[in-house]
């Protein structure tokens, strides 16, 4: 039987930094959105072979904008992005030629490197833009990718198929406590 085909999903860099920084944001109700156990969640997914996590090369210096990742060394963040669920994907002349595109054609209020992330994402064929970005977040459903299908834009979540094993488990589970 041939294995069923990874899922691949897309990586903004502030990703990258809630997981670096292991961030626990309050939200506007006073809850604490945990974006470090949501991004810890799709590891472990990938870690199970099931999820391939695509980033932009621009996302390895792009983490470092932050004053408390820039006080790491250049390993230990680097360390990040060494699995082998990671592809990195290069910001090359296509890349920067649709987020120009995507710069000038009514999504203007772009910023250059959120336009790269987008335009890698979209030419690069994932199935989900993981964002915390709420710029970015509102154009899901917006943006072309190369098969012509939209983008779908949204904070980090392993997906609604979980492994094989836990679905027959669970099946398992209900039919025990059903009796059949």
Known sequence: MAASPKRRIYW????????IQRERIPDVNGKIEDRDAMCRSVIEVAKRDQIEIL???????EVCKDPAIKAQ????????????????VNADRSV?????????????????????HV??????????????????????GLIDK?????????????????????DALK?????EKDGT
Do not use: Q
Not at 171 to 175: G, H
């Open 171 to 175: 099946k398992e589970a209900v039919d």
């Open 119 to 140: 335009a890698t994402a979209a030419i690069s064929g994932v199935e989900e833009f993981h964002t915390f970005d709420r710029k970015l977040l509102n154009l899901d």
């Open 96 to 116: 920067g030629e649709h987020a120009r595109v995507l710069m000038t054609s009514g999504f203007n209020g772009l910023k250059p490197a959120d336009a790269i």
């Open 55 to 61: 980033t932009s090369t621009l996302s390895l210096a």
């Open 146 to 166: 190369k098969d012509g299908t939209k983008l779908k834009i949204c904070i980090p979540d392993p997906g609604a198929a979980p492994a094989p094993l836990l």
């Open 73 to 88: 060394t250049a390993d230990a963040v680097g360390d990040y992005f060494e699995n082998d669920y990671i592809l990195l």
């Open 12 to 19: 903004d860099a502030c990703v990258w930094i809630a997981l």
